[in-house]
């Protein structure tokens, strides 16, 4: 940062698989986000119960909970059995019982699944929260994997460059530098890296995603360093003085 100040990365916590819970109407993943959970450790427990070792090793990811979170989040956006049982050494049988296991548990990822397959289908389009759209051009028949990864990946990008916009016009001393897919860097004056001027800067970058009944607003993390980007570090926000 210049000197005398201290630069900020804020990301989005937990962001694509969020907007999937909301997508989906999905009560038990939207309880437990909004409860403050590690989500991941949530799945793991209802899809394997007791037998479930966060630590354990996975076949190819490095534990049993970094394969879980990397399955759940390709059979969300559409991965096949065959392509999750490549990825982590899996038999096709063991990835058909995996993806059963998750849609029964949650339907409404299903269902929305069937959704966007619908308006790819007759539409060749889809949308997201805050109503923007895209238009494919190529067959429909295999864009589903990349309509249902543009819902969430643009709502999140809907919302961090939204936040950017309402920070700069919001708080004159906050100098935004750029945008990196569910997060904002920032810098700020030090005099200004205390409590009451962070709690306006998170109130700040606070964003609703239109979700009728129930708005989704995704809570962002924070990162600082005096020195530079590449040297941040994980902070509360109430703990910067």
């Not at 999937?20 to 991941?40: C, I, M, P, R, S």
């Not at 993806?99 to 929305?112: E, K, M, N, V």
């Not at 999140?156 to 100098?175: H, T, Y």
């Not at 001027?197 to 600082?224: C, D, H, N, R």
């Amino acid at each position: 940062p210049d000197k005398g100040h201290l630069i900020c990365d804020c990301d989005l916590s937990g962001a694509d698989a969020r907007v999937v819970a909301w997508e989906a109407g999905d009560t038990d993943l939207k309880t437990a986000f909004n409860a403050g959970l590690n989500v991941h450790d949530h799945n793991g427990k209802q899809m394997f119960g007791d037998s479930y070792d966060p630590e354990r090793p996975g076949k190819i990811k490095p534990t049993l909970y970094d394969e879980l979170k990397s399955a759940v989040h390709g059979t969300n956006y559409g991965a096949s059995a065959r392509t999750l049982a490549i990825t982590f050494g899996w038999t096709i049988r063991e990835a058909e019982g995996f993806q059963s296991r998750w849609f029964a548990l949650h339907p409404g990822i299903r269902d929305w699944h069937r959704k966007v397959e619908r308006d790819l289908q007759t539409k060749r389009m889809v949308r997201n929260a805050f109503g923007n759209r895209i238009i494919y051009f190529d067959r429909p028949d295999n864009l589903l994997p990349k309509g249902l990864a543009w819902i969430p990946q643009s709502t999140v990008a809907g919302i961090c460059s939204r936040a950017a916009i309402k920070l700069s016009k919001s708080i004159p001393w906050a100098d935004v530098l750029l945008q990196v897919h569910d997060s904002i860097v920032f810098q700020v004056p030090i005099h200004r890296a205390v409590s009451s001027s962070m709690a306006e800067l998170k109130q700040a970058l606070s964003i609703e995603v239109p979700y009728p009944g129930e708005p989704l607003v995704i809570p962002w993390g924070l990162a600082t360093s005096d020195r530079s980007w590449g040297e941040v570090k994980k902070v509360k926000w109430e703990e910067v003085t």
